[in-house]
């Protein structure tokens, strides 16, 4: 059974950082290429970043270039987001989610985490 | 970057009647690389359809996609009352985007 699991999210003033991982269980994850996307609170869906199976591309959007680094281990089967000079309106839900198909790295979403919370607040 | 535009922002049916959700962009979707996702209260997204007209893995025949270039729509043949939820199209290939999502409520 696929499983992503993600953690690290919390209270962080503005301009702070966190880091946050997701744990993938129930498939060959060196496979996949694997996005991060997030949810304000009340609002809709915005994709935040992809990453290649070998880390080799890495795709960004606008909103947080420069800011936030995904990253990834293989070995370790886990899926990473350093996000930095955080602000206000990165609060949100963050999602990680496995990309679909394997053939292309800016993919569908077939399987999502439950997501971790992170807020930007003073 | 490709903005997709979802309507209607709420539709109201009641179980059984048939809904019929609509994604436009804002210009063509190469290889129609067009998805659409359903999320209930409190939970992940799930995918429904890709590439346009292919349904996910488990994701009953009532569920059917349609479309190409930048007119797009989601179809459930009969509502459940489990197919009461926010749905969102998803462009993908080239760049990734998401529409702003319809809600679909009970009448």
């Known amino acids: 059974e696929v499983q992503l699991v993600e953690s690290g999210g919390g209270l962080v003033q503005p301009g702070g950082s966190l880091r946050l991982t997701c744990a993938a269980s129930g498939f060959t994850f060196s496979s996949y290429s694997m996005n991060w996307v997030r949810q304000a609170p009340g609002k809709g869906l915005e994709w935040v970043s992809c990453?290649?199976?070998?880390?080799?591309?890495?795709y960004y959007a606008d909103s947080v270039r420069g800011r936030f680094t995904i990253s990834r281990d293989n070995a370790k089967n886990s899926l990473y987001l350093q996000m930095d000079s955080l602000r206000a309106e990165d609060t949100a839900v963050y999602y990680c989610a496995r990309v679909w198909p394997i053939t292309i790295i800016r993919g569908a979403a077939d399987y999502w985490g439950q997501g971790t919370l992170v807020t930007v607040s003073s | 970057e490709i903005v997709l535009t979802q309507s209607p922002g709420t539709l109201s049916l009641s179980p059984g009647e048939r809904a019929t959700l609509s994604c436009r962009a804002s210009?063509?979707?190469?290889?129609?690389?067009l998805a659409w996702y359903q999320q209930k209260p409190g939970q992940a997204p799930r995918l429904l359809i890709y590439?346009?007209?292919s349904r996910a893995t488990g994701i009953p025949d009532r569920f059917s996609g349609s479309g190409s270039g930048t007119d797009f729509t989601l179809t459930i043949s009969r509502l459940e009352p489990e197919d009461f939820a926010v749905y969102y199209c998803?462009?993908?290939?080239?760049?990734?985007?998401f529409g702003q999502g319809t809600k679909l409520e009970i009448k």
């Open positions: 590439v346009a007209s």
């Open positions: 990453i290649s199976s070998s880390s080799s591309t890495i």
């Open positions: 998803q462009h993908y290939g080239t760049s990734l985007s």
């Open positions: 210009q063509s979707v190469s290889s129609s690389y």
